[in-house]
């Protein structure tokens, strides 16, 4: 049997429970000042309290609190209908502050349609209510997505933006913000007056600066046409007013101008011309990086924006010590994993080409706290971690020196490609690619510490991306590998999959397989052997002359050069394979006459180079032989179009391959 | 290498024995985000007006993976000797106008191991470097004097002091490429093994056949110092390539 909620009457001293205030509320009926002390109630209780808005969002609070903000602005209500409309709206504001699940319950009941509608009200302080509430939503993520293309929606946020009440025009802002993230949305924003009435805000409050600086951002992200009007506006008076915000003392200003300038930059350097301002952008990324919260952990992404892919910008900031400023920070210990993440990305992007930094950063502290990331709790900083080594790694003066063979850096490198995250597995396989490389006769710290069964694994995972690592880390390894190296890999890998891996679904899979095998087989007369007797030249021969990938021809091209450096028998196989012909258009040609005529330069090259090796030694009968039978296959005839060929290597090749023709006798 | 000086009274005497591996890329770079170390196919970069490169024409002869051998020169007032010398290229990075590789010196008379020294390059472009040096002690009069000893500098020799080191020169048509070597550590002894790295050599590659002819440059020792290497097959039967990717 349902009880009857005992409601205390008006005026009496109520409860302040939240199940009597929850019992209140849907006893209210047209009880307006009923109502009104309830919803004001329970607002006093959630405001800064998160365990209450949790306690109430749990108790069902939010729908019954808009279903009487939808009747107060009906006016159903007998008594005080605004006040409780600023009330309620207050409250579903408050709910939706800083609470995912309280946005969700707002959004849920329907509230911002009901928000909405009061900011056309008459009475200030509602519009104000409605206005504040609406923008606590639109700060968060869950928010929906205001549609910016329509020309109706445009005029609405126009008209907010240009309202006198501050409140409503930081709303007009965060729904710029949070909903414009298209080129087209960001150019239906740029091609009204909208960034006029933006940069005018600028002179106002510091909320309405913010949230104008927090919107222009929006617009003209990697936009240049947008960049390109904001600064034809006012003669580009705006763009002096950003300079001058960049240096405010509000650090939220301070980091959001800053952006801004960063995105003009990147449009084109025209704009930013003056080293100072580059410089002092920096600056003052590495002070905002002091600061506490979003701003902080946002600090290293802007710094990333402004010097990625910028090697200019990037030895500038070299010479002001970035690499050293951001060491430190890595170094002072217990950030938000967003903050870690985003310096390991910044020291990431200026070792990306410079030389110098990553010297730099391989001499500090930090550098090992970069490798300990690796052992992190979090998929994103292992990512982070991986792309500051690779980048720290691709350089052939640090791995030659044996930096990066040592087991603190492998064996946690290994580990992460057990990760269940695939994304994780590949930022561990690139940074592999590079350490593996062998320049020395150091013993490979990887193939020790049994990593080359891992990638054997991999080799065969569903994911073509985690296949083609995989194979191209093998590759790398192979590449001047010494005995030890090639009989831990050889045999697997010509007994496992490396005829299934050439004949693989993806083209960037079967080249790799090609170089790996192009690799094992360089100066190797047993390995040659190998891939002749298992019938894998076989199968790199097929993909020669079905592949419509020139890089993949080009690979099998040299492999073919490559089994042509080795003994008598290895080059009649070679010049057997090259000579099948095969149908072109409507002639049939040999294939290696028809790489001959290929347009492609590499694939040109690495046939002369394979046929330069059958009839290199002019001493041996063989060697007149297999010149013989190039030229009765029609080599000559390609070769005399080739000895001025425009690619200067290909034309010496040519050259050098019609002498010896001449020195055969062949000509 | 030479002798350390400070070290060695023998100050006249150098070796050198260079060992290089080149290596080549084979294929298209999928990701923008892949640096390779070998050349690629076509050079970015600095063009004329009318879009045709200038840089020197890229060599597979020249790229990594490739071994040279021969000697270098370190004769002396007291006594005529040559060192065995194997060069290897381990790395090639054209925009930058960069190479690399070990430099193996076979007998130093002070050494009981073959000495192995990593050096890196810079290639003449006109893009990232000029004939002109601008560092390591070397004045544009020690650049003009060891270039001019190659015979191949002649066409460019009156270009190069009339526009800064050559900054304007078309190089994309001369079957040589000029190059500076610096020795930047020693790969498997000490600092303390009697010899000094402080110098460079002035190079010069033919793209013919592969030949490198170089001048050893170090103010406190004795000058033109000659480096002759040419392309080793190391017991193939042909040129050989092989390749790595730099992710």
């Not at chain 1, 409601?7 to 302040?16: D, H, K, M, N």
């Not at chain 1, 390109?228 to 240096?247: H, P, Q, R, T, Y």
Request: glycine share 6%; net charge neutral.
């Amino acid at each position: 049997m349902p009880s009857s909620a005992v409601v205390p009457a008006a005026g009496s001293t109520a409860s302040t429970r939240p199940e009597d205030l929850i019992s209140r509320l849907s006893a209210a009926g047209g009880d307006g000042l009923m109502a009104l002390k309830a919803v004001r109630q329970v607002k006093n209780q959630i405001i800064g309290n998160k365990t209450k808005k949790l306690c109430y969002l749990n108790l069902g609070a939010v729908p019954k609190i808009v279903s009487i903000l939808a009747s107060a602005v009906d006016a159903e209500f007998s008594a005080c209908s605004e006040q409780l409309v600023v009330q309620a709206a207050a409250s579903v504001g408050s709910f939706a502050c800083g609470l995912d699940d309280g946005v969700q319950a707002v959004l849920d009941a329907g509230a911002v349609p009901l928000l909405t509608r009061i900011l056309s009200s008459n009475d200030e302080k509602i519009v104000d209510a409605g206005a504040r509430s609406l923008r606590m939503i639109f700060q968060s993520k869950l928010a929906p997505k205001y549609d910016i293309l329509q020309e109706n929606n445009i005029q609405f946020i126009l008209s907010l933006l240009n309202s006198d009440n501050e409140n409503v025009t930081e709303l007009a802002a965060s729904i710029i913000t949070h909903s414009c993230v298209t080129i087209s949305e960001q150019k239906s924003l740029a091609d009204t007056s909208v960034l006029q009435r933006l940069i005018y805000l600028l002179d106002g409050s510091l909320n309405q600066r913010d949230a104008s600086l927090n919107s222009i951002s929006t617009i003209i992200k990697n936009n240049p046409d947008a960049v390109k009007k904001f600064m034809n506006i006012d003669g580009g008076k705006a763009f002096s007013v950003i300079i001058e915000l960049m240096k405010d003392r509000h650090p939220r200003t301070k980091y959001l101008a800053s952006l801004c300038l960063i995105f003009i930059g990147n449009a084109s350097q025209c704009y930013v011309q003056e080293l100072a301002i580059k410089t002092k952008l920096i600056l003052i990324v590495f002070e905002l990086l002091e600061e506490a919260g979003s701003i902080g952990d946002d600090a290293p992404f802007a710094l990333i924006n402004l010097i990625e892919s910028k090697e200019e910008l990037q030895k500038h900031a070299l010479s002001i010590n970035a690499v050293e400023k951001l060491g430190n920070f890595l170094m002072k210990g217990s950030y938000e994993v967003k903050r870690i993440q985003g310096i390991l990305l910044a020291l990431a992007e200026l070792c990306s080409t410079l030389e110098k930094a990553r010297c730099q950063l391989l001499s500090l502290e930090a550098f090992n706290r970069v490798v300990d990331s690796l052992n992190h709790g979090s998929a994103i900083i292992h990512i982070a971690a991986c792309t500051c080594l690779r980048n720290i790694s691709r350089s052939v003066k640090n791995i030659s020196a044996g930096h990066f063979n040592r087991e603190s850096i492998v064996l946690p490198l290994i580990k992460l490609l057990h990760d269940p995250s695939i994304s994780v597995q590949i930022a561990a396989l690139r940074v592999i690619c590079n350490i593996v490389v062998c320049f020395s006769t150091r013993k490979s710290v990887f193939i020790e510490c049994g990593g080359v069964k891992e990638l054997f694994r991999l080799s065969q995972s569903m994911d073509s991306t985690l296949r083609e690592y995989a194979i191209q880390v093998l590759k790398n390894l192979m590449f001047n590998a010494d005995c030890h190296s090639l009989k831990v890999v050889l045999p697997e890998i010509l007994d496992s999959s490396l005829s299934v891996l050439i004949c693989d679904s993806e083209a960037y899979v079967q080249e790799q397989a090609m170089g790996l095998v192009c690799n094992i087989i360089n100066g190797r007369d047993e390995a040659i052997d190998r891939i002749l007797s298992t019938g894998i030249s076989d199968t790199i021969f097929r993909q020669l002359c079905r592949s419509s990938s020139n890089e993949v021809c080009i690979q099998g091209m040299f492999i073919f050069c490559n089994i042509a450096c080795g003994k008598p028998l290895h080059k009649d196989a070679t010049l057997n394979y090259i000579l099948q012909t095969r149908v072109d258009g409507n002639e049939l040609i040999p294939i290696s006459v028809k790489f001959l005529q290929s347009k492609n330069d590499l694939l040109r090259l690495a046939t002369i180079w394979c046929m330069l090796n059958l009839v290199a030694d002019s001493t041996v009968p063989e060697g007149t032989a297999r010149a013989s039978k190039l030229f009765d296959a029609g080599v000559a005839v390609a070769l005399g179009q080739m000895v001025d060929d425009p690619n200067t290597d290909v034309k010496y090749r040519a050259r050098s391959l019609q002498n010896q023709f001449k020195l055969l006798g062949f000509s | 290498m030479v002798f350390n000086q400070k070290k060695e009274s023998w100050n006249s005497c150098r070796s050198r024995l260079l060992q290089f591996v080149s290596h080549r890329k084979m294929g298209v770079r999928r990701s923008s985000e892949v640096s390779d170390s070998a050349p690629s196919s076509s050079v970015s970069g600095k063009e004329d007006n009318s879009g045709c490169s200038l840089l020197p024409p890229e060599c597979s002869l020249l790229s990594v993976g490739q071994a040279f051998g021969g000697t270098q020169n370190v004769s002396s007032m007291q006594k005529e000797e040559a060192w065995r010398v194997n060069v290897r290229i381990q790395g090639v990075d054209r925009d930058h106008g960069y190479l690399c590789g070990t430099m193996e010196a076979l007998n130093v008379p002070s050494a009981d191991t073959p000495v192995v020294t990593f050096w890196e390059g810079e290639i003449i472009d006109t893009k990232n470097y000029t004939f002109y040096t601008g560092k390591w002690e070397a004045s544009h009069e020690d650049d003009t004097r060891h270039w001019s000893k190659f015979a191949s500098f002649s066409e460019f020799s009156t270009q190069v002091e009339s526009s800064d080191g050559g900054r304007s020169l078309d190089m994309s048509s001369c079957p040589y490429i000029f190059m500076r070597w610096k020795e930047q550590y020693f790969v498997n002894v000490g600092k303390d093994c009697g010899l000094t790295i402080a110098g460079f050599y002035y190079v010069c590659f033919s793209c013919q056949d592969g030949s490198i002819n170089g001048y050893y440059f170090d103010p406190n020792s004795s000058p033109f110092q000659m480096l002759e290497l040419k392309p080793t097959h190391e017991g193939r039967s042909g040129v050989g390539f092989s390749s790595y990717q730099l992710q």
